[in-house]
């Protein structure tokens, strides 16, 4: 029926997506159905990105550090607040020395200084894991490129900074009107990882919570449920044995055509630390 549905790990382009197609519905002969946006990067950024109170909690940081990582981005937003454009770069520059992981050879960041981590993904693990970086190695072999149509000849680049450097202002780009465009338009499912220490959860949480569109009021005064997916209970002990009760997989809240969820146990990296679980969650949304 030519319909599509986009789905990006990196939220804010999912939503740029749906809010193209939406918008300008003849420019491609396809019916739009819906987004979905995975720890990806959609509240203003110096509040999302805003982790001190997340990693003071799980033991990242000491109270000493909480306040310096707390007053870094105080003096970012006070920055930003005075809405004079040539601040912005330094805006910029001081937010990407503050938050993610420097290479080996690069200057480390206020978030590796004070909490001794290489990785910002996730309280679970100091370094990305091994298995994560043998992961770029599959992906490159000519064999998988050509399962997923990426051209055999082409190289992955985990990171093309030279990209990265010429999009770096865009995030201080407010998309809230995109963002309330789209959740008035199509379905949407955006999800987080409880376990988020890059954008926690948290902050993901409050900013849908401020977003107007239709069914806005509904959405704030809407319960949470548990989500789960492979039902309640088990039986290891056959049919006559006793039903042994399973754990959820994480939280869920709907109104409308949106659903926001929280999957427990995951961090920023939503693939790798629980593939199952984000593969059951958007072909429920799909189906």
């Known amino acids: 029926?030519?319909?599509?549905?986009?789905?990006?790990?990196?939220?804010?382009?999912?939503?740029?997506?749906?809010?193209?197609?939406?918008?300008?519905?003849?420019?491609?002969n396809l019916t739009y159905q819906g987004t979905i946006g995975g720890v990806g990067f959609l509240a203003p950024v110096l509040d999302l990105a805003d982790s001190s109170d997340f990693l003071l909690q799980t033991s990242m940081l000491t109270t000493e550090g909480h306040q310096k990582f707390k007053a870094q981005f105080d003096a970012m937003r006070m920055l930003f607040a005075q809405h004079n454009s040539t601040l912005y770069p330094l805006v910029i520059?001081?937010?990407?020395?503050?938050?993610?992981?420097?290479?080996?050879?690069?200057t480390k960041?206020?978030?590796?200084?004070?909490?001794?981590?290489?990785?910002?993904?996730?309280?679970?693990?100091?370094e990305r894991p091994?298995?994560?970086?043998?992961?770029?190695?599959?992906?490159?072999?000519p064999e998988f490129k050509a399962i997923i149509h990426a051209g055999v000849n082409n190289s992955l680049q985990y990171a093309n900074k030279s990209l990265f450097m010429s999009l770096a202002l865009d995030w201080l780009r407010d998309i809230t009107p995109s963002v309330e465009y789209v959740l008035n338009n199509t379905r949407v499912l955006f999800y987080n990882g409880q376990l988020d220490a890059l954008f926690p959860s948290v902050n993901s949480q409050a900013y849908y919570d401020k977003l107007n569109w239709t069914h806005a009021e509904d959405y704030r005064n809407a319960s949470r449920s548990l989500w789960e997916p492979y039902g309640q209970y088990?039986?290891?002990?056959?049919?006559?044995?006793?039903?042994?009760?399973?754990?959820?997989?994480?939280?869920?809240?709907?109104?409308?055509?949106?659903?926001?969820?929280?999957?427990?146990?995951?961090?920023?990296?939503?693939?790798?630390?629980?593939?199952?679980?984000i593969y059951h969650l958007m072909m429920e949304f799909l189906d």
């Open 93 to 106: 520059g001081m937010l990407f020395q503050t938050i993610f992981a420097a290479g080996p050879n690069e």
């Open 234 to 277: 088990i039986m290891p002990f056959g049919d006559k044995g006793p039903l042994v009760p399973i754990s959820a997989a994480g939280y869920t809240k709907s109104a409308g055509n949106f659903t926001s969820a929280v999957v427990l146990g995951m961090g920023h990296y939503a693939g790798f630390d629980k593939p199952d679980e």
């Open 109 to 126: 960041t206020l978030f590796q200084n004070l909490t001794l981590y290489n990785s910002h993904a996730s309280p679970l693990y100091t």
């Open 130 to 141: 091994a298995s994560m970086l043998l992961s770029f190695g599959l992906a490159d072999r």
């Open 1 to 28: 029926n030519n319909t599509l549905f986009s789905f990006v790990f990196t939220a804010r382009f999912s939503v740029a997506l749906a809010y193209d197609m939406l918008s300008c519905p003849g420019v491609v």
